[in-house]
């Protein structure tokens, strides 16, 4: 992890990659196996899933609860809950058919 933050009570799981620039904001908790690409922002109280895949410069906005095994695509802004193994892509984020 470079240039990497994670600000305070941040739970991380094992076997998590969190690639540099990122931001893992106030009381989140990513769970495990869980990708997060270069420059990603995750807001305050956001929980990620296990075997999730954040995408290089995604947005969770706070207070956001991303499923298991979903993915969010490159450059996304995710703001509502997306339930387990979900793929979403856009701004703002919609599910992939």
């Given at each position: 992890?470079?240039?990497?933050?994670l600000?305070?009570?941040?739970?991380?799981?094992?076997?998590?990659?969190?690639h540099?620039?990122?931001?893992?904001?106030?009381d989140?908790?990513?769970?495990n196996?869980?990708?997060?690409?270069?420059?990603?922002?995750?807001?305050?109280?956001?929980?990620?899933?296990?075997?999730?895949?954040?995408?290089?410069?995604?947005?969770?906005?706070?207070?956001?609860?991303?499923?298991?095994?979903?993915?969010?695509g490159?450059?996304?802004?995710?703001?509502?809950?997306?339930?387990?193994?979900?793929?979403?892509?856009?701004?703002?984020?919609?599910?992939?058919?």
């Amino acid at each position: 992890m470079h240039n990497v933050y994670l600000a305070n009570n941040v739970l991380i799981g094992k076997n998590c990659h969190i690639h540099g620039n990122s931001i893992v904001g106030h009381d989140c908790h990513v769970d495990n196996n869980v990708t997060i690409g270069a420059g990603v922002f995750i807001g305050g109280h956001s929980r990620i899933g296990s075997g999730a895949v954040v995408h290089p410069n995604s947005v969770i906005l706070k207070n956001t609860i991303i499923g298991k095994n979903c993915s969010v695509g490159s450059g996304s802004v995710v703001f509502q809950n997306l339930p387990d193994n979900m793929s979403v892509f856009g701004v703002p984020a919609k599910r992939i058919i």
